[in-house]
Structure formats: structure tokens, C-alpha cells
């Protein structure tokens, strides 16, 4: 079997369908014959689980996890790569490639339909322009997976993967922290992609909690008051949160104060709690 690694064969068939580079979607293709194996093994799926790929584009990725997982489901926007697909996953009898926008389609069902048993596992190497959103859909949804084993740009690594109380510390990182744990786990540099992106990446892989390291009430208004806090990264939180949630400054300072935290404190340096602390005191005092 030809290699997909191998730039000469990939061109080939990608030619051979008259395939050309989308940047809008993100068409980045993994050519670095030691990424692959390497991500499919670090996904935590075996030969008894499944794996659901978001954005298969010439099949690299596809075809090492058909060798290492029972069943893998690969959703692919792009309707140009279906024959590039059928060519180079012919050989794999256990991958069903489905048409359609991962944003969009109803993955609770897609699980439910292709798997209807054992674990299941995330892995992808996503494109760049929906990395977050994918992600918080994937996550927010509390979709029945294990985890997520993703390839993202550096920097998006950075942010989704850094604790809160960090200066790297942002809205999306207190979300990814409250469903998952996130671990950086190798770089793949620019050159390792046909065409070579701008930047680096990272594989990262969030691994789904059993329950939310926090306890809150109403799990909206903990995002509502997260989003709020770092609305204006360089304001203190007590300007950020007021504005950001029209709560008069007295009362949102009360709440800082009573929440055990100094008059000038700024959202990076909060920790998941105190965010659950501020959640509980804005829904019972500011709330209708
Ligand atoms: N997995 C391949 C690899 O590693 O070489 C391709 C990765 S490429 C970075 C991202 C892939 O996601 C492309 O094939 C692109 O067409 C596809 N894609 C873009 N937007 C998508 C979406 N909304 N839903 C599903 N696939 C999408």
C-alpha cells in the first residue's frame, strides 16, 4: 500500500481527482510519516473501541486509526475529497466516511447510530479556523467520548491547555479545564503539512472528567460570569465583570470581597472555585 506520507503519491491521487488546497477550510495535510501513528497511538483507543475523525482529508490519519481502533467514523466537509477517500482507504473495511459539517451535523446520533456500543474516542487534526468552536461543541455537548486527541495550532494549544490562576489563562481555558483535563502532548513544526501552514501545532488531548471539578447550580450563568470576567483582559475584574454583566461596581466589589479575593484582582488569577463562588453570588443576588 502507498504510503499517504509519501508527497509524490498524495499529490498524485489528489491531482488525479483534481483536487486543489482549500485555505478556507483549513486543507493542511499531514505528511510527517512519524505524526500519525504517533497521534493514534496517544489517543487511548484499542482494537475493542471507536474513534470519530473530524476532517479525514486525504485519509492519513484515517487509515493509521483503522489499524489501531475496531471502528472509525471520518466527517468530511469538503465533498471533493469523497473519491480521493474511496482510493485511499480502500483497503480499510472497518471506516465509514461521512459527508458533512462537524459543526452542524447531530453527532449524538451519529455516536448513537455508528456505535452503538463500546468507548469511543475523539481524534483529529482540526482545521484551524473552527479549533475552538469544534472544540467547545465537541465538549459542551457532552458527547458519550473519552476524550479528545487533537492537533491545533500552537498558540490555541497554549490557550486551551493553560490552568486557571495562569496569565495565559483565558475564557476558553476555564471551560476546557470544567469538562476535561487538557495535557499538551508533542509539536509537530509547519514543515510536517502539505501545504506548510504559517505556524507550528501542537497535539493536545483533553480527557473528559467523569463529573465538573466545580460545583455550580446553573452551569450557563458559571460561563455567563467567565466570559464576563475576561472581557477586558487588562481591566481588573471588578471593572470587567460590571460592565460585562451590568451589575453596579458596589455590588460586584461586595461579591469580590466576600469571595475572599483582593479589590484588585484580575480574572487569569482565579481559580475554577472562586469563578463557581462569584457564579452562585450573581444568580442569588442579581438574577431576577
Ligand atoms: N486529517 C487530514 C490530515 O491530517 O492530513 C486533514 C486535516 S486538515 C487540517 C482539516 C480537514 O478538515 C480538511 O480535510 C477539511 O476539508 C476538513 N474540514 C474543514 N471544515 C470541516 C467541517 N466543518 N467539518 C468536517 N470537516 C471539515
Redesign the pocket.
Known amino acids: 500500500m502507498e504510503k499517504l506520507t509519501d508527497i509524490r503519491y498524495v499529490k498524485a491521487v489528489l491531482e488525479k481527482h483534481g483536487f486543489t488546497f ?1 485555505k478556507a ?7 510527517n510519516p512519524g505524526v ?1 501513528p504517533k497521534m493514534a497511538a496517544m489517543c487511548g483507543a484499542t482494537a475493542e473501541d471507536g474513534v470519530l ?10 487509515r493509521e486509526l483503522a489499524h489501531t481502533a475496531k471502528k472509525v467514523v471520518a ?4 465533498k471533493r ?1 469523497l473519491p480521493v477517500l474511496e482510493e485511499t482507504l480502500a483497503e480499510e473495511n472497518n471506516v465509514t466516511v461521512v459527508q ?5 451535523l447531530d453527532l449524538h446520533e451519529l455516536i448513537r447510530r455508528e456505535f452503538p456500543e463500546g468507548r469511543v474516542f475523539v481524534c ?7 479549533t475552538s468552536p ?1 472544540i467547545m461543541r465537541l465538549l459542551e455537548d457532552r458527547l458519550p467520548v473519552q476524550s479528545l486527541t487533537v ?1 491545533v495550532q500552537k498558540e490555541a494549544a497554549q490557550r486551551l491547555c493553560a490552568p486557571p490562576g495562569t496569565r495565559a489563562c483565558g475564557a476558553i481555558s476555564a471551560a476546557v479545564q470544567f469538562y476535561s483535563q487538557p495535557e499538551m502532548l508533542f509539536s509537530v513544526s509547519a514543515g510536517s ?1 502539505l501545504p506548510p501552514p504559517k505556524v507550528d501545532s501542537e497535539v493536545i488531548r483533553l480527557t473528559l472528567r467523569d463529573k465538573p471539578p466545580v460545583e455550580v447550580t446553573e452551569e450557563a450563568v458559571l460561563f455567563r460570569v467567565v466570559r464576563a470576567s475576561f472581557c477586558q483582559r487588562r481591566k481588573t475584574l471588578s471593572n470587567s465583570l460590571s460592565a460585562g454583566l451590568s451589575v453596579p461596581k458596589a455590588q460586584v466589589s461586595s461579591w469580590i470581597e466576600r469571595a475572599g479575593l483582593p479589590p484588585s484582582v484580575r480574572a487569569e488569577q482565579l481559580s475554577l472555585q472562586d469563578f463557581a463562588v462569584l457564579a452562585e453570588l450573581f444568580r442569588t443576588e442579581s438574577q431576577p
Open positions: 482549500s477550510l483549513g486543507q493542511n495535510f499531514l505528511v500519525c475523525e473530524i476532517g479525514p482529508g486525504a485519509g492519513v490519519l484515517t466527517v468530511e466537509l469538503d475529497l458533512g459539517d462537524a459543526m452542524k483529529a487534526n482540526l482545521p484551524y479556523y473552527i469544534m492537533m503539512f
